[in-house]
């Protein structure tokens, strides 16, 4: 006999959703915005694109900027965490060079520009918020304290206003993009923020 399922747990209506199906209806999202950009990222062509209905893409986002949200945030980083070093300063500076790979892309560009036009209280931009720059900073709050730990940053640090210091001088670039995020401004940010948290 088969026992019913409980309502907290019950499926959505439609067929199951197919992990599979997740990762064409992304590559899809992707290609879309690398080979056209932001504004022909529809729901209609992204479906199109992964060979599936359009009801199918909303069974995973709600609306376009949602999965290209998820677009960026599945691409590969250039470094992924189980390769980092033991070292918390050379995992910060590889933890900040991955952010500027992942948003050097087409994707990362193109989300970046859906970013800077949309009104901060939009889901767009809180998704951004909350799982990309708030996810950065949240590994690196782990990487700073690790220092704390291993004595090659102050112990009397305050870990926050470091963060503020690395992160926003990296997101401020990203939105305003009036100058490239990349590995040489990764370094010599990092070089020039450190000098002033190292021990006395």
Not at 69 to 78: F, G, K, R, V
Not at 88 to 111: I, K, S
């Given at each position: 006999m088969i026992e019913p399922v409980k309502p907290a747990d019950a499926p959505r209506r439609g067929r199951p959703r197919d992990p599979q199906l997740r990762e064409a209806i992304l590559d899809a999202a992707r290609a879309l915005l690398d080979e056209q950009g932001p504004a022909e990222l529809t729901m209609e062509a992204v479906a199109q694109r992964a060979g599936v209905g359009k009801p199918t893409v909303y069974r995973w986002?709600?609306?376009?900027?949602?999965?290209?949200?998820?677009?960026?945030?599945?691409?590969?980083?250039?470094?992924?965490?189980?390769?980092?070093?033991?070292?918390?300063?050379?995992?910060?500076?590889?933890?900040?060079?991955?952010?500027?790979?992942?948003?050097?892309?087409?994707?990362?560009?193109?989300?970046?520009?859906?970013?800077?036009?949309?009104?901060?209280?939009?889901?767009?931009?809180k998704a951004f918020r909350h799982h990309f720059v708030l996810a950065r900073r949240g590994e690196g709050r782990d990487c700073l304290q690790q220092a704390i730990q291993q004595g090659t940053l102050r112990a009397d640090l305050n870990v926050e206003v470091a963060l503020d210091q690395i992160y926003g001088a990296l997101f401020f670039r990203v939105l305003l993009g009036h100058a490239p995020v990349d590995e040489a401004f990764v370094r010599a940010l990092l070089a020039q923020v450190l000098r002033g948290l190292a021990p006395g």
């Open positions: 986002w709600p609306n376009r900027h949602a999965v290209a949200m998820a677009a960026l945030m599945a691409a590969p980083a250039a470094a992924p965490a189980e390769r980092r070093p033991p070292d918390a300063l050379q995992a910060l500076q590889q933890q900040l060079l991955d952010v500027a790979y992942t948003l050097a892309t087409r994707t990362g560009r193109h989300v970046t520009s859906i970013i800077a036009a949309a009104d901060p209280a939009t889901e767009v931009a």
